[in-house]
C-alpha cells in the first residue's frame, strides 16, 4: 500500500463512546421507554446499550453522532405531503426518544428549513445540554458547473441560514460525474470554510473507492463516506472496507431497510410493481433484480422474520443491526416521513439487539445465493452514476 495509508492511520480513528451524554432530562423522560416487545431501562448507571453513540474524528475534527440516524430524504417530495408544524413535532419526539441526528441535503426540499425550525424549538424548550447532543449532517450536492471559491461559500452560507446555525456539525460532499473535473477543488475549498469554522466536519457522499484514495492522498480532512449498504447490497465490504480500515474513514449507510421493502410488510407478497409508488421503493427494488429477484428476497425477508420473532423485534430492526454490526460502519440512516408514521421504537431496539452467531449464518446462507452486485452493478455509489 502506499506510505499516504501510514499517515492516515495515524491520524484518523474512531472511537465509540460507551456512555449517552444526554442531559438529566432525557434520563428523565425516556429512561422507562417501551422498546420492541420488552422495558428497556436507558439510564446512563443500567444501560446495556454500548453503542448508541460514536465519534467520528480526523486529527482536531470529531463529532459525536447518533449510530441510527434519521434520514430526511423522504422530505424531498414523492412520499405524501409534509406539513411544516408536524414534521417539527415528529423531529422532536425522535430527539426526545434519543435518536438525536438528522441527515439532510441541499436538495431534499425543505429538509434544512425543518432543521432550523426544529433545532429553534430544542434551544426555546429544551436545556443546554440537550441541545449539545443534536446532530445536523447535511450535504451539498452541486450540479455540474464550475466550482470556485466564491461558489462554494455561497452554498454553505445558504446551509448555514436554512439550518439557523453558526456552524454545520458535518457537510457531506457528493460529485455527480467523475469524467467533470472539479471534485477536489470543491473539497479544498470546503477544507478552508472548514478551517474557518463554517463546517466541523467533511464527509463525501457516494463516492467509489478509487476516488475516495485519491481524495485522502490529497489531503483532505474526510471522517466518513455515505453508500448504499444493506444486507442485500454488501458492495462496501469489499473493497471500501479495506480502505475505510486503512485510513480510519468510517461508513453511514443508507437503504438500509431498502426503503421498506426489508420489512414484514412485503413478507410472502407478490411483487406488484405499480405498488411501488415512491422513489425508494423503485429504486431499491432494483438492486432486488440485479441481486437474485423477489422470490429470492422472499426466502431472506422469512429468514429475517425468524430472527426477529426469535428476538421480540421487527425485520426492519434486523436489518439495521446486521450492518450496525459490519466493519467499519459507523452509523445507518432510517428514512423518517416527519408526521405521517413513526418507527421509533423499531429504531431504539436496534441499540439492545444483539445478533448471534446462529443468525448471521442463517442470514448469510441465504445472500450467498445471491449475485455479487459488485461485478452486477460496480462500486459504491456506481449506480447513481450510470457507470
Known amino acids: 500500500m502506499p506510505s499516504v495509508y501510514s499517515a492516515l492511520a495515524t491520524n484518523l480513528s474512531t472511537t ?3 456512555r449517552l451524554k444526554a442531559s438529566n432530562w432525557f434520563y428523565r423522560n425516556v429512561s422507562r421507554r417501551r422498546i420492541g416487545s420488552s422495558s428497556v431501562n436507558c439510564s446512563l448507571e443500567k444501560t446495556t446499550e454500548t453503542d448508541r453513540l460514536v465519534k467520528l474524528k480526523n486529527g482536531n475534527d470529531s463529532v459525536e453522532i447518533c449510530r441510527v440516524i434519521n434520514g430526511m430524504w423522504q422530505t424531498s417530495g414523492g412520499w405524501g405531503n409534509i406539513d411544516q408544524n408536524g414534521a417539527v413535532d415528529a423531529m422532536i419526539r425522535y430527539a426526545d426518544a434519543g435518536l438525536t441526528t438528522f441527515d439532510m441535503a441541499d436538495i431534499y426540499g425543505p429538509a434544512e428549513d425543518l432543521y432550523g425550525s426544529f433545532i429553534n424549538r430544542v434551544r426555546r424548550e429544551r436545556p443546554p445540554e440537550y441541545l449539545e447532543n443534536i446532530k ?3 450535504k451539498w450536492v452541486p450540479p455540474p458547473v464550475k466550482i470556485t471559491s466564491s461558489y462554494v461559500r455561497e452554498s454553505i452560507e445558504k446551509s448555514l441560514k436554512r439550518m439557523d446555525v453558526a456552524s454545520l456539525d458535518m457537510l457531506q460532499f457528493h460529485w455527480w460525474d467523475y469524467a467533470i473535473d472539479g471534485y477536489l477543488d470543491a473539497l479544498k475549498h470546503l477544507t478552508d470554510l472548514k478551517e474557518e469554522g463554517k463546517i466541523k466536519t467533511i464527509g463525501l457522499t457516494n463516492f467509489d473507492t ?11 480532512p474526510v471522517v466518513s463516506n455515505q453508500v448504499q449498504h444493506s444486507i442485500v447490497d454488501m458492495r462496501p465490504q469489499q473493497r471500501m472496507a479495506q480502505l475505510c480500515k486503512l485510513s480510519g474513514v468510517k461508513l453511514i449507510t443508507y437503504g438500509t431497510v431498502m426503503g421498506g421493502l426489508l420489512s414484514e410488510k412485503y413478507l410472502d407478497t407478490n411483487l406488484v410493481r405499480t405498488h411501488l409508488n ?6 431499491y427494488i432494483a438492486t432486488v433484480d440485479a441481486w437474485g429477484g423477489w422470490d429470492l428476497f ?7 422474520k425468524t430472527i426477529a420473532t ?7 430492526t434486523v436489518a439495521v443491526r446486521y450492518v ?21 421504537e423499531d429504531a431504539n431496539a436496534i441499540f439492545s439487539l444483539v445478533l448471534d452467531d446462529e443468525d448471521v449464518n442463517s442470514i448469510q446462507e441465504v ?9 452486477g452493478i460496480g462500486d459504491c455509489g456506481d449506480e447513481l452514476r450510470g457507470v
Open 16 to 18: 465509540v463512546s460507551c
Open 136 to 138: 445536523g449532517l447535511t
Open 278 to 283: 415512491n422513489p425508494s421503493l423503485q429504486h
Open 367 to 375: 445472500t450467498k445465493k445471491g449475485k455479487d452486485l459488485l461485478q
Open 210 to 220: 478509487e476516488k475516495l484514495k485519491i481524495i485522502l492522498e490529497n489531503g483532505i
Open 310 to 316: 426469535k428476538h421480540g423485534v421487527s425485520i426492519p
Open 298 to 304: 422472499q426466502d431472506l425477508l422469512r429468514t429475517m
Open 324 to 344: 450496525l454490526d459490519q466493519p467499519e460502519v459507523a452509523g445507518s440512516m432510517i428514512g423518517v416521513r416527519l408526521g405521517l408514521t413513526e418507527h421509533i
